[in-house]
């Protein structure tokens, strides 16, 4: 399947416009939807260019997906799979550490005592 090639080739923008285009048509999305969906959603993640990475789009076209389809898929794309949510676990992991952050700079201005260091 080329999107491997270009995947391991590192096009990730020339992954998604295949993927975008090809799960359009209903024989692609019924013969290699799976495949389709994990690279788009491997591109979506792993592309350097993207500065804020979507997870919530991500995990839609992921949602999609049971198990079972998942685990059908060619080897290459079940690795894709796990490499997905483990960056999809660290992202998340991420942003709850900013809230709390977040959430601690508002308590401390709310009270007005400036923090003792």
């Known amino acids: 399947m080329k999107i491997q090639r270009f995947i391991e ?33 491997y591109c979506m993640l792993f592309e350097e260019t993207a500065q804020v990475k979507d997870v919530v789009s991500i995990r839609q076209l992921l949602e999609q997906l049971n198990e079972d389809q998942i685990e059908a898929a060619p080897e290459f794309f079940v690795g894709l799979a796990y490499k997905i949510d483990a960056e999809l676990n660290r992202l998340e992991t991420i942003v709850q550490v900013d809230d709390k952050e977040t959430q601690l700079k508002e308590a401390l201005e709310a009270s007005g005592t400036p923090p003792d260091l």
């Open 9 to 41: 080739d590192g096009d990730y923008k020339q992954v998604i416009q295949v993927c975008q285009d090809s799960l359009q048509l209903d024989a692609w999305r019924q013969a290699v939807g799976t495949e389709l969906i994990l690279s788009w959603t």
